[in-house]
């Protein structure tokens, strides 16, 4: 192994000169991108040249510089800046490692090519000449990184051609074109089309609409029950699933469609904390992405379910109830307190949680019937206006 | 709580009468299903009318009664049967339950509609009348259930009308009917068709293709950066990632494409011994799902890669090195006894692995250049026909 170690250090090459667009042929958005990439890169240079120590100013990311905003009704980031410094030992390697990645989404962008935030990570990472440090000992070292310079330029990670694995599917009655292809999501089978990790206007448009809102459901297979019942198609709505947690590209693609659209989004998880996590972070952001709201937060989504009355209006049976665990009480009393969670009609419903003592999935609904969701439960509850925002 | 949980019982309903089909409106393969249900039943009611034991047989599901068949190159059950009776103390609540499971899949094929397995728990459980006892106490009761109901009637759960969640995208050159949306999957844009769980004939049809053959990796953000480049284009194949170890879906649908459209399949996953295994159930099956190998391997499946010996091969740079950690070295040992892995050619393949001493993800590729693996890695290993099989 040590001998190996040896031999490819020594044929560590230069990377291949990448193959950039001319400025002309790129996006507005993309220029922009690049100048912003270029504009860091020069001020570096400039203060070298005066033999200054270079830094960058970024936003902090940290609890102490995070609020919510009352009044646009997202989690934001605050003003506090920090400098990173080239000449202070505790600084240098992450501001090497600033440039390194700045370069190279530079690249992508001018290639016009996107790579995952583990591929950033193997694009920059190499043993430097001469030495045996690498640039970058794990993905934990650049993911931050990546967090950095997109606060630093203020520029999403989308922009500078970077994705997080994707998640979630969508069909209903909207045409979108894709990277230059039609895509008629009304023609999708039982499969879906796969939201891109990336939902930015350059690659995706919305070329016809006739739905009249959205329903984002948090698991899949509710997502499938309902697709197979036609829900989409009785309801003139866009039927989507974010799997889970909402990704990046869910999250994008429900802002633009909600803004873009006018459509009224609305979401359905289950009846637990961690369905009204999902829910919150939809509608306000999260702390740890907090300098992404902006371009992220849904703040008109409305939460249509499952709510912990549900169990009574629809006199559901027994065999829904699953026992809140001490955690599961615990998350419950800590959003009680949270600024969003504030009005009477999220107290009241946080309560009921409690008081019930015991969470439902939103697959329980089956219990009544097979369609009772699709028939019965969904559109008693669009018709009664009956959500919570 | 108590008060309630009366309550609650008091008003559990017996739930609506399913809307069925009328026989001649059902598909062949529905129809059989049901037959194979009915069948089931009567023998029981019949046993009960010659007032013996009424009992099923179902094949063993355990490692005792798996083996590697060396002719089909498949992992199959053996003949080794059970019963499972009526009037045993051990075996009434198994009983009863699979009558539950059997009765509702009968419901669910007349009515045209599928459920999760999760969600055929929330439609079989309930409490049974004038007493406490739950049908199931939960998912962990009726899963194998399902499978013991697969086993007895000889079906696979898609033609029960159950799904798991699935997982997986496609996109490249053909075209197909799924539930009666034309899909061309050479028009996806970024994002994919969503594969579904069930790829049964029924729903699912090939109308037209192009594709000379099938590239299947296993992450997806691999697939992202193929799609991207149009890797399915310039090769003229069909691209899909299974998103980790291959869903039934992804499975089933691999294993139609090869029979029925005769593409060679060819699989690239990283290089450690999850990708091995990942693979490897492609290819034969796996011990747990032995009962179903017959209708979801795809024995004529390639090991493109990545190849110990990619390391040498196409010259790597040594920021692609990922330790062995100790499981992996034990696992890797582990597969050099599997009889599927007798062949020298997959000896020297693991004895690479540990010898080389490090692992190495397929993204790691990007460390040559961002288009290397569409341009000169897998271009090359097609061309020089280096798989394994």
């Known amino acids: 192994m040590a001998a190996k170690k040896t031999t490819k250090t020594a044929r560590n090459e230069p990377p291949p000169r990448p193959k950039m ?43 102490s510089n995070v609020s919510f905003n009352e009044k646009k009704r997202i989690i934001e980031l605050g003003d506090k800046t920090q400098s990173r410094e080239f000449f202070n030992t505790s600084m240098a390697r992450k501001f090497m490692q600033t440039f390194l990645i700045a370069n190279r989404c530079k690249e992508l962008v001018g290639e016009g090519k996107t790579v995952s935030i583990r591929q950033m990570y193997y694009l920059t990472k190499h043993t430097l000449k001469g030495t ?15 967090e950095d310079l997109e606060v630093t330029i203020d ?4 922009e500078l051609h970077l994705f997080a694995n994707k998640r979630g599917l969508v069909t209903g009655n909207l045409v979108v074109n894709d990277a230059g292809d039609e895509i008629d999501l009304s023609k999708m089978g039982r499969g879906g089309w796969g939201i891109p990790s990336i939902c930015e206007e350059k690659e995706l448009k919305f070329v016809r609409n006739d739905a009249k809102f959205i329903l ?13 019942d036609r829900f989409w198609q009785k309801q003139n709505c866009i039927l989507m699933t974010s799997e889970g947690q909402a990704a990046r590209g869910v999250r994008r693609l429900l802002q633009r469609l909600s803004g873009e659209l006018k459509l009224p989004v609305y979401c359905l998880v289950d009846n637990d904390p961690w369905g009204l996590y999902i829910y919150s972070v939809l509608k306000q952001g999260s702390i740890n992405l907090a300098f992404e709201s902006m371009r992220l937060a849904v703040p008109n989504v409305r939460f249509i379910g499952m709510s912990s009355l549900d ?6 049976p027994s065999a829904v109830e699953i026992k809140l665990s001490k955690e599961d009480i615990q998350r419950a009393q800590q959003m009680k307190k949270y600024p969003w969670f504030a009005d009477a009609k999220w107290q009241r419903e946080i309560d009921a ?5 015991f969470k439902m ?5 089956l219990s009544k019937s097979i369609e009772f969701m699709t028939e019965e439960y969904l ?4 018709r009664d206006r009956d959500y919570l925002t």
């Open 216 to 228: 984002l459901v948090e698991k899949q297979a509710v997502w499938h029950r309902l697709n197979e």
């Open 311 to 316: 169990y009574e209006k629809f006199d559901l």
């Open 155 to 158: 520029t999403l990670r989308e």
């Open 361 to 365: 999935e939103v697959d329980s609904l």
């Open 379 to 382: 559109p008693k509850k669009l």
């Open 353 to 357: 949680l409690l008081k019930n003592g």
């Open 21 to 63: 667009r001319p400025m002309g042929q790129l996006a507005p958005i993309e220029r922009q991108t690049i100048e912003k990439i270029d504009t860091l890169a020069r001020s570096a240079v400039e203060a070298v040249a005066r033999g200054e120590n270079p830094a960058m100013q970024m936003k902090m990311r940290a609890l």
């Open 132 to 146: 045996s440090e690498n640039t970058f000992e794990g993905q934990e070292e650049s993911d931050p990184i990546i």
